[in-house]
């Protein structure tokens, strides 16, 4: 029985370690997002880093619409690092999780 707790918690610390190493790993993660005409470009890391903000000239005459673009491009700049980090989160924490079960259909 011993064996058995003293291994599972071997494989959580091991889990745990990979985590961290994919949380760093994903700061060097770019995604680029662009608004549905090209007039902005948004660079963001996959831990949700904002790392570069490109606007066209044309935008700087309508700060309405800049706003208005600056908010849709970042928020699907945002939800698209997001899906990438939980999914290479989910499949490492997956992979080193012990198989206990009913535990497997957290990380579908």
């Known amino acids: 029985m011993f064996g058995d707790m003293m291994g599972m918690m071997g494989k959580l ?18 995604l680029e997002e662009k608004s549905n005409d090209g007039t902005i470009s948004v660079t963001i890391t996959a831990n949700r880093e904002i790392k570069k903000i490109v606007i066209d000239d044309s935008l700087l005459q309508d700060k309405e619409q800049l706003e208005d673009y600056l908010i849709l491009t970042l928020n ?19 992979d080193g999780m ?5 535990m497997d259909s957290l990380f579908k």
């Open 13 to 30: 610390k091991e889990t745990q370690k990979k985590v961290e190493e994919t949380k760093n790993r994903l700061d060097t993660v770019t």
């Open 76 to 94: 699907k700049a945002i939800k698209n690092a997001t899906n990438v980090n939980e999914t290479e989160l989910a499949a490492v924490a997956k």
């Open 98 to 102: 012990p198989n206990i079960p009913g």
